[in-house]
C-alpha cells in the first residue's frame, strides 16, 4: 500500500511575530518546517512526502535545504489562496490510480509520535478517514448570549484535532473536488462534506501546532527533553 504524506507550510505566521514566516524560525538549530519533515522520514521512510510552500518562498527553502544539507526526498508543489487551495495543489503532485493512502499533516507540528502516524494510516485503510484527537483538559462552556452569558457543556463530548489527517486517495480526491467554503476548517470537514464518516484516533500531547510565541516556547523545552545529555 503505497502512503503519501502532503505537509502544508503555506502560512505567513502573523501570530508568531518575527521577519521570518512560522515554518521557517529556527528550533534546535534548524527551520521549523525542516524538523518536521526529518521527523517525519525518520518514522516512515517509505513514505512519500510532499511539500506545499507559497510561491515566493520556495527559492528560500532551497536555500535553507543547502544551507543545513537537508537530504530528505520530496515533491514540491506551490501553495493556494487556502489551505483548501493548497492541499488541491498538493494532491495534483499523485498520479497513483491504485489504492493509496493520503496524509495531510500542518508543517509547524514537528513533535507528532510514530504511534499516532502509523494508527491514522492503519485506521484510514480500514475505515476510509482518520484523524488524530486529544481530550479537552480545561472547563468548556459555550456562549448563548449578549453580556457574555455562557454555559458549562460536557468536556467529555469534545476532543481537539491534530494532525495529520489520513485519507483513502479516492476519496480526498472527490472531496478535493468540492467547491471551497468557509466551513472547511481542516480536511476532515472536506470529506465529512461528502457525508462520509471520520474515525478518530489517539493522537500525541506534545504534537502542538506551532502558532505564537509561546508554543515557541514550549517548542524549545520538548527539544531540549528529548536530547540527550551528556555523561558527567
Not at 515554518?23 to 518514522?43: D, Y
Not at 470537514?189 to 471520520?198: M, R
Request: hydrophobic share 40%; proline share 5%; with cysteine.
Amino acid at each position: 500500500m503505497k502512503k503519501y504524506l502532503i505537509v502544508v507550510a503555506g502560512g505567513k505566521g502573523t501570530r508568531m511575530g518575527g521577519e521570518m514566516p512560522k515554518q521557517f524560525q529556527m528550533l534546535g538549530g534548524k527551520p521549523i518546517v525542516m524538523l518536521t519533515l526529518e521527523r517525519l522520514h525518520a518514522i516512515d521512510p517509505t513514505i512519500q512526502l510532499i511539500l506545499v510552500l507559497p510561491a515566493e518562498h520556495i527559492e528560500l527553502w532551497k536555500e535553507l535545504c543547502k544551507e543545513h544539507s537537508f537530504g530528505v526526498s520530496l515533491l514540491l508543489a506551490q501553495g493556494g489562496a487556502t489551505r483548501f487551495h493548497s492541499v488541491q495543489n498538493g494532491l495534483a503532485q499523485i498520479d497513483d490510480l491504485n489504492d493509496a493512502l493520503v496524509g495531510i499533516h500542518d508543517g509547524v507540528r514537528p513533535f507528532v509520535s510514530a504511534r499516532v502516524l502509523d494508527d491514522c494510516y492503519r485506521e484510514a485503510w480500514i475505515h476510509g478517514a482518520a484523524i488524530p484527537m486529544i481530550d479537552i483538559q480545561d472547563s468548556l462552556r459555550h456562549i448563548v448570549g449578549v453580556n457574555g452569558v455562557t454555559e458549562v457543556v460536557p468536556r467529555d463530548r469534545y476532543r481537539l484535532v491534530q494532525t495529520p489527517q489520513v485519507f483513502k486517495l479516492s476519496l480526498l480526491r472527490r472531496a478535493y473536488e468540492q467547491r471551497f467554503i468557509e466551513s472547511f476548517t481542516d480536511d476532515a470537514s472536506v470529506v465529512e462534506a461528502l457525508g462520509e464518516q471520520v474515525v478518530g484516533v489517539e493522537g500525541n500531547r506534545e504534537n502542538i501546532k506551532l502558532t505564537t510565541p509561546f508554543d515557541l516556547m514550549v517548542a524549545k523545552t520538548l527539544i531540549e527533553c528529548s536530547t540527550p545529555q551528556p555523561e558527567i
